[in-house]
């Protein structure tokens, strides 16, 4: 059944949206091809049926359009050469069961054996492709969590997404995406939507990655020993119907049904879920269907559809439920181009000018998939509902907190840089109020300024920074800036600034090791490899080696009376002394797959070299010194993965105070990161030191067992760490500034060591840590304490 409705458009370009459904029902047909035979342009449905093909330069009084899709017959439609709407019904194949026969081996077996190896040919062939990418990103809630109802049931979108982009692929694993348009709900900010879901997710290789978990697929080399394979159709069908499952719990992987092109022997169309082995958050449902076309003898993506449902439960008090929507097509495929490499050198995905400027013509000549009509109400009610001023929102809540909470996120985006560089708390200054801004003048001069007034100490603090590309490409840089601002010796990307604000506020004890210091530099720096997102809008090379000469001048700061909420259980922990006066240094870095404050691969490593001669240099220190850390992950078995972190200083002269090393540790029982758990805050110092932790993630014993609703959903992991540590002070560190700070060396075992265990994703975000300490102690001493998860 055809019914068609007439519009008044342009004479030469046709615009036909429609809706495909199960003949006799109104059942959505998803996936089903749609092809105008003259143009050859093709669309697909999206899971609800709907699509929308425009053809340009029309001049015959008819279109053809054929459509098939699996699991149904193929039909033919004659329609008039103007825009039309259509709703047809597509006839459903019965399915036909598999004949028994007997034989040495499965035909999914056999069937699998040519798929995959037909993969591996193509794998040796395609080097690079190009294509268009179009996306679409649909959220949504209950009402209770949205603030608004429409009048449709329990489940409101609150926010949509979409973009058109061109992506590029080159061997082995290098993608990048331009976005040429977007557009997105009112309540989303621009600078928000880079959402580009491409051929990276791609069924059709080893394993893919969903929300950090790595899943094997029915397609992987190995595909006859990870899962058990059932044809469920007739032999002598066309397309081979084959359901899949894990052989075991030992890997993580997918349930559900692949079709198979006999003839090709490629993959047509997958459904796909996964299985109780990956950890999705909340326990998540997921719905991950994918269909291929072949492209120039190339199987190659076409349609994607990523449903997701959760109920973040937290308690038994709040319940909030988020459905996620991911559908995109990829089109205008070209086959092994020459590629420029310098195009993954940029960021994942670049935004061009033009995207920000919405053009209407280019979303109706290139729509893929019609917004269906519940989204675009949604576009409509959002809009409403953030400029209503009667809306319940802005009636109890923007009316009274509108504009701090406006005026809050504006400061945590460009051109600020954040609110650590507003408001910060420690021992030494007490209450510190400042601003950060940073700009790019001309395009060409990145620069960096904040700026503050410590209430203790009656300071005022600066940091300018300038750093200017010397090359096309980025990766050259010159580096220039100077401070006169409170530094910390220890390692600020562990413990970091939020977290001692809100400690030494509440406790009345802080964490940080800090000196004053006047300094200038300037330097070189080099960086390679593809940009990666670290957050707010920052990204960094993954690796990068870098040159400088700094020349600062040093005093100790004293700790302060400050004021705190909680009554102190300890004695006021002291700042340590520093060296006093001028230092002038060279220092080298070399960074491999490297960021201090986040994992950004599975190994890094940084190794810093500082040089300092009063001869050479001037001054009044001279020594060098060399650190190193390093990290690295690797399974052990499929579900379980050991990470080990490595770090070594040694020093050679007689080293200032401010480059001591320390052990770093928790604080009142709340560890971050790789910190030792068992140690008391910042017991060990020394100029010369090697530290070893380790921490052994045995996920969870039993898959599914341990996700417990409002505790653990996401599910209970459970690991096994320890830590090893040795400092020493050099005897010419000793002979000059006789620190009055321990050593492991000084103590009787000499080393200090660690062991525990852990239950892991609590709440999702937390760790929970039963420690033993097995040195300088008469006995083990048992330790409870609580860090961020691992992941």
């Given at each position: ?11 030469t370009t ?10 006799g ?5 998803s ?8 143009s050859?342009?093709t669309?697909?449905t999206?899971?609800?049926?709907y ?11 008819s279109?053809v359009?054929a ?6 017959y ?61 996306t679409?990103?649909v ?34 694993d290098n ?8 557009r997105?709900?009112?309540n989303?900010p ?9 051929t990276?997710?791609?069924?059709y290789?080893n394993?893919?990655?969903i ?7 029915p ?22 119907k084959?359901a ?5 719990s ?15 022997y490629?993959?047509v169309?997958?459904s ?5 082995e ?23 993506p076409?349609?994607?559809s ?8 937290l308690?038994?008090v ?13 089109y205008?495929?070209?086959i092994?181009?020459?590629?420029e ?9 670049e ?31 959002i ?17 009274y ?5 406006q ?10 840089t ?7 708390y420690?021992?030494i ?13 001309l ?21 300018a920074t300038?750093s ?6 980025e ?8 401070c006169?601002?409170l530094?910390?010796r ?6 970091r ?15 940080g ?16 490899g593809q940009?990666?997102f670290i ?18 001048f040093d ?27 001028r230092?002038?240094s060279?220092?080298?870095?070399l ?28 001054g ?18 499929p ?15 007689s080293?200032p ?7 770093e ?6 560890v ?9 805050v910042?017991e ?10 380790f ?18 959903s ?25 620190p009055?700070l321990?050593?492991?060396?000084e ?8 062991a ?5 994703r ?8 039963l ?9 083990p001493?048992?330790?409870v304490?609580?860090?961020n998860?691992?992941?």
């Open positions: 059944m055809v019914q068609i409705y007439a519009r008044t458009d342009t004479a046709v615009t036909i949206t429609g809706r495909v459904v199960v003949s029902s109104e059942q959505p047909a996936f089903i091809r749609i092809r105008e035979l003259q050859k342009k669309v697909a999206d899971r609800r049926g699509f929308r093909i425009t053809i340009s330069d029309v001049y015959k009084a279109l359009v459509l098939d899709g699996i699991g149904f193929a039909d033919t439609l004659v329609l008039p050469a103007k825009d039309t709407d259509i709703v047809h019904g597509l006839r459903e194949k019965m399915e036909t069961q598999s004949e028994v026969v007997v034989s040495a081996e499965d035909p999914a077996r056999s069937i699998m054996k040519r798929v995959v190896a037909r993969k591996l040919l193509q794998e040796k062939k395609l080097k690079s492709y190009t294509y268009m990418l179009y679409k990103f959220a949504a809630t209950d009402t209770t969590t949205a603030l608004r109802s429409t009048g449709r049931g329990d489940s409101t979108i609150v926010s949509i997404l979409e973009s058109f982009s061109k992506g590029y692929y080159k061997y082995p993608y990048y995406n331009e976005i040429l348009q977007r997105q709900t009112v989303v621009t600078q928000a939507n880079s959402v580009t879901f491409g990276n997710l791609n069924v290789s394993s893919i990655q929300l950090g978990e790595t899943i094997e697929t397609f992987a080399d190995n595909v006859l020993e990870m899962y058990d394979l059932v044809l469920q159709s007739a032999l002598d069908d066309d397309i081979a084959i899949v499952s894990p052989k075991s030992l890997h993580r992987a997918f349930r559900g049904v692949i079709y198979i092109d006999l003839q090709t490629s993959p169309e997958v796909l879920i996964p299985s109780e990956v950890n999705l958050p909340f326990d998540a449902d997921l719905t991950y269907r994918q269909n291929f076309q072949i492209i120039d003898s190339m199987v190659v076409e349609a994607l990523i449903e997701s449902s959760l109920e973040a439960s308690f038994w709040i319940a909030p439920r988020l459905d996620i929507n991911i559908e995109t097509i990829c205008d495929y070209t092994n181009p020459e590629i490499d310098y195009l993954f050198d940029q960021r994942r995905v935004i061009l000018l033009e995207a920000n400027i919405f053009d209407s013509t280019y979303w109706r000549m290139n729509s893929k998939l019609p917004l269906r009509p519940e989204e675009e109400r949604a576009y409509q009610e809009n409403s509902f953030i400029n209503n001023p009667d809306s319940i929102e802005n009636s109890l809540i923007n009316r907190l509108g504009p701090v909470r005026a809050l996120a504006k400061l945590r985006q460009p051109p600020f954040g609110f650590d560089d507003i408001l910060r420690n021992s200054h007490g209450l510190y109020m400042g601003l950060g801004i940073e700009h790019s003048i395009g060409v001069f990145d620069t960096r300024l904040t700026g503050g007034y410590g209430v203790n100490d009656k300071r005022w603090y600066y940091v300038v200017v590309s010397l090359d096309r490409r990766k050259l840089r010159l580096l220039v800036g100077h006169n601002d530094l910390r220890d390692n600020p990307n562990v413990v600034q939020n977290f001692i604000a809100a400690t030494s506020l509440l406790f009345g004890n802080d964490y090791d800090y000196y004053y210091s006047e300094r200038s530099h300037v330097g070189l720096t080099y960086g390679w940009y990666r957050g707010r809008d920052q990204f960094i090379r993954p690796s990068n080696i870098a040159l400088r000469y700094q020349s600062s005093q100790t700061a004293y700790t302060s009376d400050f004021f705190h909420l909680l009554p102190r259980k300890d004695s006021v922990r002291q700042n340590p002394p520093v060296h006093n006066g230092i002038h060279l220092v080298a870095d960074q491999l797959d490297f960021f201090p404050t986040r994992r950004i691969a599975r190994q890094g490593m940084q190794i810093s070299y500082e040089l300092a001669n009063k001869d050479l240099l001037g009044t220190a001279t020594y060098s010194v060399v650190n190193w850390q390093g990290f690295f992950r690797t399974p052990t078995l579900l379980w993965t050991l990470d080990v972190t490595l770090g070594a200083t040694w020093s050679w002269g080293l105070p401010q480059r001591f090393f320390s052990t540790t928790g604080i009142r029982s709340i971050v990161n790789n910190a030792f758990r068992g140690m008391q910042k060990f110092y020394g100029d010369r030191s090697f530290t070893a932790t921490s052994h993630n045995f996920g969870e014993l039993v898959p599914g067992v341990f996700r417990i609703p409002n505790v653990a996401f599910g209970l992991e459970f690991i096994l760490f320890g830590g090893f540590a040795w400092t020493d002070f050099s005897n010419a560190t000793r002979a000059l500034y006789s009055a321990s050593t492991t060396a103590t009787p075992e000499r080393y200090y060591y660690e525990g265990i852990s239950i892991n609590l709440l999702i975000f937390l760790r929970l840590d420690n033993t300490r097995l040195s300088q102690r008469d006995r001493e048992f330790r304490t609580l860090s998860a691992l992941f």
